[in-house]
């Protein structure tokens, strides 16, 4: 029975130290690439993108780019902007952190602020309310519109 080598989960067990260091690694290089100005974009500039996290696939050869405009707005043109350097940025990572291979880099909207406000409407939803205080005594007069 050759099936406990624990990787029978797929993609549903934790990242290795590994992938952390390295999705870290590149974190760091981006969000330092991206303080400094190094990047020469001006869409990008002018909207001021961070990079909240990184994730690396299990065999380090793709990166996806978590990452936040502060300018806020709409964040279609940050992954556009940021798409469109890849190749770059993907060079400029390579030479920092000096892996055999420079992972693809995927970039994606970090939407967890949005889901955070999401999760917190939730919460205070009239319905979801009631069910958290327990059975709610008739005629509650509880349903104010936020």
Do not use: C
Request: hydrophobic residues 35%.
């Amino acid at each position: 029975m050759p099936h406990h080598h624990g990787h029978s989960q797929g993609e549903a067990r934790a990242p290795s130290q590994r992938q952390l260091r390295v999705g870290e690694l590149i974190r760091h290089a981006l969000a330092e690439i991206l303080a400094r100005g190094e990047l020469m974009d001006d869409e990008v500039t002018r909207m001021m993108i961070t990079v909240p996290e990184v994730r690396v696939s299990p065999d380090l050869r793709n990166a996806t780019v978590y990452i936040t405009p502060l300018g806020g707005g709409d964040p279609k043109p940050a992954e556009k902007a940021m798409a469109r350097n890849a190749r770059w940025l993907r060079g400029q990572v390579a030479h920092r952190i000096n892996l055999k291979f420079a992972p693809d880099l995927t970039f994606r909207y970090d939407d967890r602020f949005d889901e955070t406000a999401h999760i917190d409407a939730l919460l205070h939803s009239p319905d979801v309310a009631r069910d958290l205080d327990g059975p709610a005594k008739p005629g509650d007069p509880d349903d104010k519109d936020e």
